[in-house]
């Protein structure tokens, strides 16, 4: 069968309302046509000790899928969890959305890490498609739909190690991988992915700086190239910052996207803002685009920004969907 660049990303989405319907009644995010969800991403501040806290947030905020990260999964499943060490603090003069420096380990910290890593190692090789199943079955209990994974590859990952991720996606059934990673990644990845049959979609940054990342229009097209099933997971924020419209690259690519991740950033490199609609990211422009042209894609939901004082990551979130659904209306 011939399938055109339209027909691969609607092939990618299809089945999902299908594939929940013996399970729960979902909960329905679906705005005038288009798919709201979020990326667990959004929920690590919750995730630990009780990674269901994040099932939790999905349903107390309304959100009937989910785009989970591979760490998550893991959690959920119930891998040994690794050594979790306090960040340095924050320079006095940082900015407040400034990233934190890396911790600096002691060697006792770095022997406990090594320790943690080779017991997860050890418990990933006792996973298999039942595995995921059962994370999947949380999820679907609960009214939420897992329709991505999201698995970061890193340049220093074995070809087993790239094979795990597909085979966790396959075992939750997710339509897709999203992946942050670099070009050389991405050529490596494309064919897997054109093997398992399954759509990738890189995510992008603003580091336009580095022609190893996704980030220039350029990088786009390259990945693209490297294999059939390489798409773009397009992270509308981002995309601005780096001083690209997201509204025309939707309209010419739509048929590669996996999702959006929706956030509000600054052009010119700028920052994360807590209200969304007072940043430059074209969000209501986008969201209208997808309502217009019925695209199947979901748009997802990722909150980085530093949380005020005084407010949560649930208050956040439920202020961040109930501007989506503003910008819908």
């Known amino acids: 069968m011939n399938i055109n660049r339209r027909d691969l990303g609607r092939l990618a989405f299809a089945s999902v309302p299908l594939a929940h319907a013996l399970g729960a009644t979902r909960i329905n995010s679906v705005i005038h046509g288009v798919r709201i969800g979020a990326i667990t991403y959004s929920f690590n ?7 269901e806290a994040i099932i939790r ?16 999964c893991e959690a959920l499943a119930g891998a040994p969890p690794m050594p979790a060490f306090r960040p340095a ?46 994370v999947t079955k949380k999820f679907n209990d609960a009214g939420v739909a897992v329709s991505l ?33 670099t070009l050389t990644m991405a050529k490596r990845i494309a064919p897997v992915a054109d093997r398992h049959k399954l759509l990738v979609g890189y995510h992008g940054h603003d580091a336009t700086n580095d022609p190893n990342q996704t980030a220039t229009l350029e990088s786009y097209d390259t990945l693209m190239a490297y294999g059939k ?9 981002h995309f601005t910052a780096a001083g690209y419209d997201a509204v025309a690259f939707i309209r010419k690519h739509h048929a590669k996207i996996t ?32 309502k217009t042209e019925k695209y199947p894609f979901p748009a997802n939901l990722e909150l980085e920004y530093p949380i005020p004082e005084g407010s949560d990551i649930i208050a956040e ?13």
């Open 317 to 329: 979130a439920k202020k961040c969907f109930a501007y989506v659904k503003s910008c819908l209306a």
């Open 89 to 134: 603090p924050r320079p006095p003069a940082a900015a407040p959305d400034a990233p934190r420096p890396r911790p600096q380990l002691t060697p006792e910290q770095i022997a406990e890490r090594k320790a943690a890593e080779a017991k997860l190692a050890e418990w990933r090789k006792s996973t298999g498609p039942n595995t995921w199943k059962a």
């Open 229 to 237: 099933y390489n798409g773009i997971n397009l992270d509308i924020g």
């Open 259 to 290: 999702n959006l991740h929706v956030k509000d950033r600054k052009k010119n490199h700028g920052p994360n803002v807590a209200v969304w609609g007072t940043g430059d990211t074209p969000i209501r422009q986008v969201l209208q685009l997808m």
């Open 149 to 181: 994974l999201c698995y970061n590859m890193r340049d220093s990952m074995s070809d087993g190690d790239i094979e795990y991720g597909f085979a966790m996606a396959r075992g939750l059934g997710a339509k897709a991988i999203t992946t942050s990673t």
């Open 57 to 72: 947030a999905y349903v107390e905020i309304g959100l009937g899928e989910a785009e989970l990260m591979s760490n998550h």
């Open 45 to 51: 501040r919750i995730a630990a000790p009780d990674p």
